[in-house]
């Protein structure tokens, strides 16, 4: 994979009332909005939707260096306004852009591919900004593995059945149980942002696992009774995206310098983060304000396990889950079928 590899919220309702208030849906963006042809002239804003996690890493970093509004002015566009809306959620990320009130969305890979299923290709992948290791955990000392878990248990992620942990915990069911278990483990799970998620397994209430990621599971590993169920990188057998840039088709292709510059723009931060750790976490900790140190975090993010990239990682395994649970219809053979131009070149999954 052509990757640096270091060592290392908004109101989710509000898309959702605009889709009811203007009768917008998948399908009717999908031969409405985004089927419009390109306007002549590029965009003066940028509007992104973005969510808390060290997978958005690098766009962190070009959210609080100006490294977008940097690049477009050299690439002839000066003035060009970005504008960063925190969501807690990949389905709420993905409403904002398909009602229009974003143009790009920072969010797991899978939630990318939910939407370029559900479009017929008219959403896809910009760039992707990390691919880190997800763990689940769990408060409830009974559950140990898959195995373990009953109905009554709870578990929390960003969104149910299509997200990216729930795509590694389907891949998981299916490996240990078959694809028939995957509902019964997808009624235990509640939509639930990370922030929340860590504070209610901490309050051991309802919830009583989460599918977690950097940096809230090494804190949540802290608490008293947390443990490891499982692991990502065993699931996937490697890193799987994670942090994944993704748009309209229509927002591309009236947009390419605009497009390219926000590209440029990760691929300036992810080299950043490479070369100074302490700086990308000075950066992280100044748009995200977490209860985490600056040096502990820059360990964190000095990890060998923590992968910050432009290129997609295990991506077409995840679309091909998609295809066999029967979320998606398509069967994609290529990665590239689901991402923009810009990225073909790298070496990708």
């Given at each position: 994979?052509?990757?640096?590899?270091?060592?290392?919220?908004?109101?989710?309702?509000?898309?959702?009332?605009?889709?009811?208030?203007?009768?917008?849906?998948?399908?009717?963006?999908?031969?409405?909005?985004?089927?419009?042809?390109?306007?002549?002239?590029?965009?003066?804003?940028?509007?992104?939707?973005?969510?808390?996690?060290?997978?958005?890493?690098?766009?962190?970093?070009?959210?609080?260096?100006?490294?977008?509004?940097?690049?477009?002015?050299?690439?002839?566009?000066?003035?060009?306004?970005?504008?960063?809306?925190?969501?807690?959620?990949?389905?709420?990320?993905?409403?904002?852009?398909?009602?229009?009130?974003?143009?790009?969305?920072?969010?797991?890979?899978?939630?990318?591919?939910?939407?370029?299923?559900?479009?017929?290709?008219?959403?896809?992948?910009?760039?992707?900004?990390?691919?880190?290791?997800?763990?689940?955990?769990?408060?409830?000392?009974?559950?140990?593995?898959?195995?373990?878990?009953?109905?009554?248990?709870?578990?929390?992620?960003?969104?149910?059945?299509?997200?990216?942990?729930?795509?590694?915990?389907?891949?998981?069911?299916?490996?240990?149980?078959?694809?028939?278990?995957?509902?019964?483990?997808?009624?235990?799970?509640?939509?639930?942002?990370?922030?929340?998620?860590?504070?209610?397994?901490?309050?051991?209430?309802?919830?009583?696992?989460?599918?977690?990621?950097?940096?809230?599971?090494?804190?949540?590993?802290?608490?008293?009774?947390?443990?490891?169920?499982?692991?990502?990188?065993?699931?996937?057998?490697?890193?799987?995206?994670?942090?994944?840039?993704?748009?309209?088709?229509?927002?591309?292709?009236?947009?390419?310098?605009?497009?390219?510059?926000?590209?440029?723009?990760?691929?300036?931060?992810?080299?950043?983060?490479?070369?100074?750790?302490?700086?990308?976490?000075?950066?992280?900790?100044?748009?995200?304000?977490?209860?985490?140190?600056?040096?502990?975090?820059?360990?964190?993010?000095?990890?060998?396990?923590?992968?910050?990239?432009?290129?997609?990682?295990?991506?077409?395994?995840?679309?091909q889950f998609f295809s066999r649970a029967g979320y998606i219809k398509q069967k994609p053979t290529d990665w590239r079928e689901f991402f923009f131009p810009e990225v073909h070149d790298l070496r990708g999954s």
């Amino acid at each position: 994979m052509d990757r640096i590899q270091t060592r290392i919220d908004a109101d989710p309702s509000w898309t959702r009332r605009r889709l009811l208030r203007t009768g917008a849906s998948v399908a009717a963006i999908g031969s409405g909005l985004l089927g419009a042809s390109p306007a002549r002239a590029e965009a003066s804003e940028l509007r992104i939707a973005k969510q808390p996690g060290l997978s958005y890493l690098p766009a962190t970093v070009a959210e609080h260096l100006g490294l977008v509004e940097k690049q477009a002015k050299a690439a002839g566009l000066p003035d060009v306004k970005v504008s960063w809306t925190r969501l807690t959620s990949g389905g709420a990320s993905n409403d904002a852009l398909l009602s229009g009130g974003v143009d790009m969305v920072i969010s797991g890979g899978p939630n990318m591919l939910i939407l370029w299923g559900k479009t017929s290709g008219r959403v896809k992948g910009v760039v992707c900004t990390g691919a880190l290791p997800m763990k689940l955990m769990s408060n409830n000392p009974k559950v140990h593995s898959l195995t373990d878990f009953t109905d009554t248990d709870r578990i929390a992620t960003p969104t149910i059945r299509v997200g990216t942990q729930p795509t590694v915990l389907g891949i998981a069911v299916e490996k240990a149980f078959g694809l028939g278990a995957l509902e019964r483990f997808n009624a235990m799970t509640v939509a639930m942002g990370h922030p929340d998620a860590m504070i209610a397994l901490q309050n051991k209430g309802s919830v009583t696992a989460h599918f977690s990621l950097p940096p809230f599971q090494e804190q949540e590993l802290a608490m008293p009774g947390v443990h490891t169920v499982l692991d990502s990188v065993d699931v996937m057998g490697g890193p799987i995206t994670n942090g994944c840039v993704y748009s309209t088709t229509t927002f591309h292709d009236a947009n390419p310098k605009l497009t390219a510059a926000f590209v440029a723009a990760i691929h300036e931060a992810i080299a950043l983060v490479g070369q100074d750790k302490h700086r990308a976490a000075e950066s992280y900790l100044a748009v995200n304000k977490e209860k985490i140190s600056v040096d502990e975090l820059a360990d964190l993010i000095g990890r060998p396990e923590m992968v910050f990239s432009a290129a997609p990682a295990n991506l077409l395994p995840a679309a091909q889950f998609f295809s066999r649970a029967g979320y998606i219809k398509q069967k994609p053979t290529d990665w590239r079928e689901f991402f923009f131009p810009e990225v073909h070149d790298l070496r990708g999954s």
